[in-house]
């Protein structure tokens, strides 16, 4: 059984920095695409970022690019998230998730971590 388990988020200043951890366990990764997304306070969730484990091709939302960077650690079946340059409208719960490459739709999720930027 797949089981991602977020780590990493807090409460920091504009301009300042956090890095979001993604622990995933239950399987074997070389196949997945492993996704970012974030949800703020009444709003739809939203992608912030992908990369495929397999190869390390990545993937950004516009609005995160240049900023935010997406990584992965093969041996340690981690997937990280590192956000340089916050802004108040990143405030929002960051969410780690997981789909088989020949999958439309991403299937299994963490349990969010929160990530709160002050101005």
């Known amino acids: 059984q797949v089981q991602l388990v977020e780590s990493g988020g807090g409460l920091v200043q504009a301009g300042g920095s956090l890095r979001l951890s993604c622990a995933a366990s239950g399987r074997t990764f070389s196949s997945y695409v492993m996704g970012w997304f974030r949800q703020a306070p009444g709003k739809e969730r939203e992608f912030v970022a992908s990369i495929r484990w397999n190869d390390g091709s990545t993937y950004y939302a516009d609005s995160v690019k240049g900023r935010f960077t997406i990584s992965r650690d093969n041996a340690k079946n981690t997937v990280y998230l590192q956000m340089n340059s916050l802004r108040p409208e990143d405030t929002a719960v960051y969410y780690c998730?997981?789909?088989?490459?020949?999958?439309?739709?991403?299937?299994?999720w963490g349990q969010g971590t929160q990530v709160t930027v002050s101005s």
């Open positions: 998730a997981a789909r088989a490459l020949v999958a439309r739709q991403y299937s299994n």
